[in-house]
């Protein structure tokens, strides 16, 4: 049970590696060896098939065309044993095709770094964590000035709201009393707030003239009625 348990363990591990050995392929070729060679191989496939096939046809044709008796389950059959024979030679060769392509081309050498890694290359010191510390600190600075830039935007927005809810409330009692204007066949607000103005100050001069001479009355009937002579008291 132990070695099975240390067997599962070994096999599960050796997944793992091979599947982040997968992962980093992909990053650095764009594409995996294996699907790579795979594709390559069935396509050589697909390639030796059509030829077989068209050399099944052809040897039909000449048959018949030489007016040769051939069974086309005979020629049917020598093609896949044909096809058998091609299909085992090119696989033994195309194996050692696929162990040198690994080995040589798509191997990444034990050298080359990611991007992606690049920042694990190196150590860093004390310094580095303290510069680090200090970008930390300012980032958080940043933010908290645009979370204050932001409540102070909102608030603003907040006041316009208000300052526009405003304005259309004028607006509209401006158009109520246009609309009033309009039915009092006033056409222009202008000149009857001035025209209104000018009666209004000419009402005004004359209730001013008139109160003058009603004061200049009552001063000079208060002068008439004193008598000539001022009468004089006797003890």
Avoid: C
Avoid at 102 to 111: D, T, V
Avoid at 185 to 201: C, P
């Amino acid at each position: 049970m132990a070695e099975s348990a240390a067997a599962v363990d070994e096999s599960q591990a050796g997944t793992g590696v091979a599947a982040d050995l997968k992962e980093y392929e992909v990053q650095f070729f764009g594409f995996t060896p294996k699907s790579f060679i795979d594709g390559v191989h069935n396509a050589l496939v697909d390639y030796l098939n059509d030829s077989v096939e068209a050399t099944e046809k052809f040897l039909l044709e000449e048959a018949e065309a030489n007016s040769e008796v051939v069974s086309p389950e005979f020629v049917r059959e020598a093609s896949d044993r044909l096809f058998s024979h091609f299909l085992k030679t090119f696989d033994k060769n195309f194996d050692r095709l696929e162990s040198y392509l690994k080995k040589n081309l798509f191997h990444i050498p034990s050298n080359v770094l990611l991007p992606e890694d690049a920042v694990h290359w190196q150590d860093y010191s004390a310094k580095d964590d303290v510069k680090l510390d200090g970008d930390l600190e300012s980032l958080r600075q940043q933010i908290r000035n645009s979370l204050y830039v932001n409540a102070r935007l909102r608030q603003w927005l907040q006041e316009a709201e208000v300052a526009q809810a405003q304005l259309d409330v004028l607006l509209l009692q401006l158009n109520n009393f246009h609309h009033i204007l309009s039915k009092a066949n006033i056409s222009d607000l202008s000149e009857s707030i001035v025209f209104m103005a000018g009666k209004a100050r000419k009402l005004q001069d004359q209730l001013t003239i008139v109160l003058q001479q009603n004061l200049r009355d009552a001063q000079e009937q208060q002068y008439t009625n004193l008598p000539a002579v001022m009468p004089f008291s006797t003890s």
